[in-house]
């Protein structure tokens, strides 16, 4: 027997009831953004089994529950799958759960996990954005966890117990394993900047501190100046943890590159943003001009407003005479 609920998302489910919750051991979606249910039957969702959104046919053994959301829009086909919501109930998470998942790039998730299977995002090479939620004080370890199992670009965005929000940017790097065969021996190389940034953690509680202190570091190094513009930006825009030389540092390079930061803001069309970057870089009257006729050209009529406004401040007082 299957039962149908409504949801957020349209998901086909398979899943078991247990004491403390309901495990899904088998989820599709025909959504590109979903959202798995919190709850089920009244039940708390705990658990994703092993292989629970793999992009493979599968035949699994449990309750069906199909969940309608949205009106169908695509083939139920985790394939197409471009952003993901767990359940804040979430607990556990199994071998394998989100294989081949090869188009998902953003997942919001809660730092409730306490238990993590392996190769969990196997073969997810476009995953690098996450959205993750505290809601007790004090870090839980998802943080950690994903730094250690991704090597890629990460864009993770915290939003702490309290509201506040802080971003990173830990830059990507590459391992590779090099064989000696007469010695039978295997040589680890590591290749590229982010290597230190992924690993900055203490006991798996994240150091802001550290975090910071690799920026020189970074710099020195071969790096992507995308890559350096954000880290730049998101710790300036979202200070949490933030030291008064590491800010220092930060305003220094965004400084230097406010042409490329205007240009980035522009096209993400993020009004307080720019009114931020405005408001600590001071750009001078010729980049506000160039900004301004971009801005223009795309009919950004709120930032066109609000750099009118920094070319004002820069544009002297004329002086009157009463005869």
Not at 152 to 179: C, H, K, M, N, Q
Not at 278 to 305: F, I
Request: charged share 25%; with cysteine; glycine share 6%.
């Amino acid at each position: 027997m299957e039962t149908t609920v409504s949801g957020v998302s349209n998901w086909k489910l398979t899943v078991r009831r247990e004491a403390e919750g309901v495990t899904v051991l088998r989820a599709v979606t025909c959504d590109t953004a979903a959202v798995l249910p919190d709850a089920l039957f009244d039940l708390p969702v705990t658990a994703l089994g092993g292989h629970a959104l793999a992009s493979d046919a599968r035949e699994t053994q449990g309750e069906a529950v199909t969940v309608t959301g949205a009106p169908r829009k695509a083939e139920w086909d985790n394939r197409n799958l471009q952003a993901l919501t767990l359940p804040r109930t979430l607990l556990r998470v199994g071998n394998y759960a989100f294989l081949n998942c090869g188009r998902l790039q953003t997942l919001t998730l809660f730092d409730n996990i306490e238990m993590w299977g392996g190769s969990v995002f196997m073969n997810c090479r476009l995953l690098d954005t996450f959205r993750l939620t505290r809601e007790r004080v004090g870090q839980g370890e998802t943080l950690a966890y994903l730094n250690d199992v991704l090597t890629g670009e990460l864009d993770i965005t915290v939003t702490e117990a309290d509201g506040r929000t802080a971003r990173y940017l830990f830059p990507d790097y590459w391992e590779s394993y090099e064989e000696n065969c007469p010695a039978h021996l295997f040589h680890l190389e590591i290749s590229g900047a982010g290597y230190p940034y992924h690993h900055c953690f203490t006991q798996k509680k994240f150091d802001p501190a550290a975090y910071d202190r690799l920026w020189e570091g970074f710099l020195r190094m071969a790096h992507e100046d995308k890559a350096a513009l954000r880290i730049a930006w998101y710790r300036l825009r979202y200070p949490l943890g933030l030291r008064p030389e590491a800010e220092a540092q930060y305003l220094t390079y965004l400084r230097a590159h406010a042409a490329e930061a205007l240009r980035w803001r522009l096209a993400e069309r993020d009004a307080e943003g720019l009114r931020f970057l405005l408001r600590r870089t001071e750009p001078a009257p010729a980049l506000l001009a160039e900004a301004c006729a971009l801005a223009r050209e795309r009919g950004n009529t709120q930032a066109v407003a609000l750099l009118l406004e920094a070319q004002h401040r820069h544009t002297p007082a004329r002086k009157t005479f009463d005869l």
